[in-house]
T-cell receptor, first 119, second 113 residues
Framework: GAVVSQHPSWVICKSGTSVKIECRSLDFQATTMFWYRQFPKQSLMLMATSNEGSKATYEQGVEKDKFLINHASLTLSTLTVTSAHPEDSSFYIC???????????????FGPGTRLTVT | TQLLEQSPQFLSIQEGENLTVYCNSSSVFSSLQWYRQEPGEGPVLLVTVVTGGEVKKLKRLTFQFGDARKDSSLHITAAQTGDTGLYLCAGAEIYNQGGKLIFGQGTELSVKP
C-alpha cells in the first residue's frame, strides 16, 4: 500500500511555456500532499502544501503565481510551472501524507519524481 | 523554524565497514522518519520512530530515537554496495497540525566493493 505516482517522469520544454505535473495516490486517499524541489545531491526543499478542496500553502520565497497547485480530489494534486525558464530546471517530487493509524499521519509517501529541463 | 542537522553529509566507505549517521535538533519532534533515496527516484520510507528512546531494527540497519525526541541515529552494520544512496532524516514538528516534515541536509553514502 501507500503508492504515489507522478507523471510525467521527465519532461523537456522550451522557455516561456508551461508544464503540468500530476501526483496521484493510487491506493489511499490523501487530503494533504506536498510538493518538493530537489537539486543534485541535496536534500528536499518544500515548495508548498496542497490541501484537497482549498488553496495551497506556499513556503516563503516560492512564487505562487509561477507554481500553480491544484488539489482537485483526494487522489490527485497537480503542479503547473508557468512561463518556465532554465532556472526552473530541477527534480520535482510530490508526496502524500499518510492516514489511519496515529503514526502514519506523520509519514509521507513519495512519488518517483519528475525531471524538468527547460531549454 | 526548526532545523535538523544531519551529519556527515558525505560518507565513502568500504564494503563490510560499519557507519552511523546522526540527526540532531534543539527542538522536540512528534516523530522522526528515515528515508533512502536513489538517483532519479523519490525517497523511500525506511522507518518511523515515535517514542523517546525507541530502537528499531531493519536487517542491518538500526534506528534510534533520542530519549528527549530531539535527535536520532541510523547505524548500518557491515555495509554493502547496495546500501549506496542518499539517506534523509525528517522530523514532524510537535505542534504542527499540517503534517509538514523538516528534512535534514541528507547523507550521501557511497559503499565501495
Amino acid at each position: 500500500g501507500a503508492v504515489v505516482s507522478q507523471h510525467p517522469s521527465w519532461v523537456i520544454c522550451k522557455s516561456g511555456t508551461s508544464v503540468k505535473i500530476e501526483c496521484r495516490s493510487l491506493d489511499f486517499q490523501a487530503t494533504t500532499m506536498f510538493w518538493y524541489r530537489q537539486f543534485p545531491k541535496q536534500s528536499l526543499m518544500l515548495m508548498a502544501t496542497s490541501n484537497e478542496g482549498s488553496k495551497a500553502t506556499y513556503e516563503q520565497g516560492v512564487e505562487k503565481d509561477k507554481f500553480l497547485i491544484n488539489h482537485a480530489s483526494l487522489t490527485l494534486s497537480t503542479l503547473t510551472v508557468t512561463s518556465a525558464h532554465p532556472e526552473d530546471s530541477s527534480f520535482y517530487i510530490c508526496s502524500a501524507r499518510g492516514s489511519g493509524r496515529a503514526q502514519e499521519v506523520y509519514e509521507q509517501y513519495f512519488g518517483p519524481g519528475t525531471r524538468l529541463t527547460v531549454t | 523554524t526548526q532545523l535538523l542537522e544531519q551529519s556527515p553529509q558525505f560518507l565513502s566507505i568500504q564494503e563490510g565497514e560499519n557507519l552511523t549517521v546522526y540527526c540532531n535538533s534543539s527542538s522536540v519532534f512528534s516523530s522522526l522518519q528515515w528515508y533512502r533515496q536513489e538517483p532519479g527516484e523519490g525517497p523511500v520510507l525506511l522507518v518511523t520512530v515515535v517514542t523517546g528512546g525507541e530502537v528499531k531494527k531493519l536487517k542491518r540497519l538500526t534506528f534510534q530515537f533520542g530519549d528527549a525526541r530531539k535527535d536520532s541515529s541510523l547505524h548500518i552494520t557491515a555495509a554493502q554496495t547496495g546500501d549506496t544512496g542518499l539517506y534523509l532524516c525528517a522530523g514532524a514538528e510537535i505542534y504542527n497540525q499540517g503534517g509538514k516534515l523538516i528534512f535534514g541536509q541528507g547523507t550521501e553514502l557511497s559503499v565501495k566493493p
